[in-house]
């Protein structure tokens, strides 16, 4: 349930600060973006982020040399805390350095507005290039309940760097990364690119020589160049690679033929369900639901894909997310624990939006107008 409400919170505080840039600052808001944040990494991020932890017991229960069981437990959680940042920074900066492992990191990187909705953009295989760097902590003998907590403030305070509303944190500054910091990291110009690693303590960048000052007459401009440009999820995750190993598969540019322009309001609920739908799947996946899991695992993949090609424009999407959450809702209302109201909420949730999208369909295809 911690992992749910810690979840729910990320959502929430994008909501807020999504409200607060349209309603009292009057700024535009890059819809498609941050749609694209949200169902960039999702479930799949999700399941290999288990996969790291399930390896992470693996590696402490076999090959531990047990080195802190003298010590109090409050110092075990101390020094996880600090060991955890400094392997995370050398974790970031190596990302950074090589090629396959800036094919994972790079996803992140791609967002051009710094939001709180990057912060939740990842690549699908970030655990999996991540937990390596981690190893160490296991085999000094951090239990893993440490380890997953310590992972989990550490990575909501990550959350928080990303926000669009803090300028400055005052002596905040000295001693910890702030969204100040981590904005100059998003940097593409110099002399932004490739400085302030650090996650939690920007002490380290200032150890290793890669700290570099938010200057004021110096504006940070984000995002990675020669990407796709698109709101697949399959494309933002994989177009990394083809790059790196020169595979024409992925356009550079999308095609102009047969777009739709379908109505923020219906891409950004229907992305808020998707990510509502992946809380139900942990909050179940902690319950051991194993066919619900299964049910719920699909009905997020599979409508992440949809929404992404809507997002884009295609007229196939549209297909896809009616077949995918017709089907997984009838599927999951005979599979899940008809107790839970607010579960039961979120289906009816689900329902109007998909007879939303069948109306919106119907206008589709008796005559909406293509995007020039």
């Known amino acids: 349930m911690e992992l749910v409400i810690g ?9 807020i600060e999504i409200m607060i840039l349209y309603f009292y600052k009057k700024e535009t808001i890059p819809w498609k973006e941050i749609i694209t944040n949200l169902n960039s990494g999702h479930i799949l991020l999700w399941v290999f982020r288990g996969l790291e932890v399930a390896a992470y017991y693996t590696t402490y229960k076999f ?43 790079s996803v992140h990187h791609e967002g051009e507005h710094f939001s709180l909705s990057l912060g939740i953009r990842n690549s699908w295989y970030s655990s999996l290039t991540s937990f390596p760097f981690f190893l160490v902590m296991a085999v000094i003998g951090f239990p893993v309940d440490v380890f997953v907590a310590v992972a989990s403030i550490h990575y909501f305070i990550q959350f928080y760097n990303h926000n669009h509303l803090i300028k400055k944190s005052g002596w905040l500054e000295y001693f910890m990364v702030t969204p100040a910091h981590h904005r100059v990291h998003h940097g593409k110009n110099d002399p932004y690119r490739d400085k302030n690693f650090s996650g939690t303590f920007i002490i380290w960048d200032k150890l290793f ?45 999308s095609k102009k033929e047969n777009l739709f322009v379908y109505p923020n309001w219906i891409l950004v609920s229907s992305s808020l369900l998707l990510f509502i739908l992946l809380l139900f799947y942990i909050y179940f996946e902690n319950q051991h639901h194993n066919t619900l899991s299964l049910i719920l695992f699909f009905v997020v993949f599979i409508g992440t894909i949809g929404n992404g090609l809507m ?35 979120v289906i009816l949730a689900c329902i109007v939006q998909t007879v939303l999208i069948i109306v919106f369909s119907v206008k589709t295809l008796t005559g909406l107008k293509k995007s020039p």
């Open 63 to 105: 090959f531990s040399l047990d080195l802190l069981q003298s010590l109090p437990y409050w110092a075990i959680w101390l020094l996880a805390f600090v060991l955890w940042d400094f392997c995370f920074y050398w974790l970031h900066r190596l990302h950074h350095k090589y090629s396959l492992l800036w094919g994972v990191h």
């Open 209 to 253: 020589n890669t700290f570099q000052e938010e200057l004021e007459n110096e504006l940070v401009v984000c995002g990675v160049d020669n990407v796709p440009k698109s709101n697949n999820p399959i494309i933002v995750n994989n177009a990394p690679f083809a790059r790196l190993y020169k595979l024409k598969i992925f356009s550079m540019n």
């Open 311 to 345: 997002t884009d424009g295609n007229q196939i999407g549209l297909y896809i997310w009616l077949i995918n959450f017709t089907v997984g809702c009838i599927l999951i209302f005979f599979q899940y624990n008809p107790n839970i109201l607010l579960f039961d909420t």
């Open 7 to 15: 979840n729910s919170l990320l959502l929430v505080f994008v909501i």
